[in-house]
C-alpha cells in the first residue's frame, strides 16, 4: 500500500512562488505526478516525473513557471511553483502510478494508482 501525504500549500499574492511536497511511503512507483482541482471544474494534469530516470513532462499551462522534482533517499516529489497566477488556485494533488507508458501519456487520471489528499493553493490578485 502507498500512502501519500502532501504539505505546501498556501495563500500568496500573484507573482509569488511556493513549494509542494510529497512525502510517499512504502516502494518507488514507476511515475509520480501532480494534479489540481479548481472548485466546479474536473481534476487537472499539472506534471508528472518517473522515479528511476527523472524525466518531466508538463501541462502547457505550467510549462516555464513549475518545476517538478524527486528526492529518492527522501521518497519525496516537489513541485516548485513560480510567477503564481490567480488561475493556478486550485487543491492540488499528488499521485503514484505503476502505469508503464511514455511520460507524455501520464497526463489521465485514471493512469494513476494512488492518490493524496491534496493542499490547497490560493493565489490573490
Known amino acids: 500500500q502507498v500512502q501519500l501525504v502532501e504539505s505546501g500549500g498556501g495563500l500568496v499574492q500573484a507573482g509569488a512562488s511556493l513549494r509542494l511536497s510529497c512525502a510517499a511511503s512504502?516502494?518507488?512507483?514507476?511515475?509520480m505526478g501532480w494534479f489540481r482541482q479548481a472548485p466546479g471544474k474536473e481534476r487537472e494534469f499539472v506534471a508528472v516525473?518517473?522515479?528511476?530516470?527523472?524525466?518531466?513532462y508538463y501541462a502547457d499551462s505550467v510549462t516555464g513557471r513549475f518545476t517538478i522534482s524527486r528526492d529518492n533517499a527522501k521518497n519525496t516529489v516537489y513541485l516548485q511553483m513560480d510567477s503564481l497566477k490567480p488561475e493556478d488556485t486550485a487543491v492540488y494533488h499528488c499521485?503514484?502510478?505503476?502505469?508503464?507508458?511514455?511520460?507524455?501519456?501520464?497526463?489521465?487520471?485514471?493512469?494513476?494508482?494512488?492518490w493524496g489528499q491534496g493542499t490547497q493553493v490560493t493565489v490573490s490578485s
Open positions: 499521485a503514484a502510478s505503476d502505469t508503464y507508458l511514455p511520460i507524455a501519456r501520464m497526463h489521465r487520471t485514471y493512469d494513476y494508482n494512488y
Open positions: 512504502g516502494r518507488s512507483r514507476y511515475a
Open positions: 516525473i518517473t522515479w528511476s530516470g527523472g524525466n518531466t
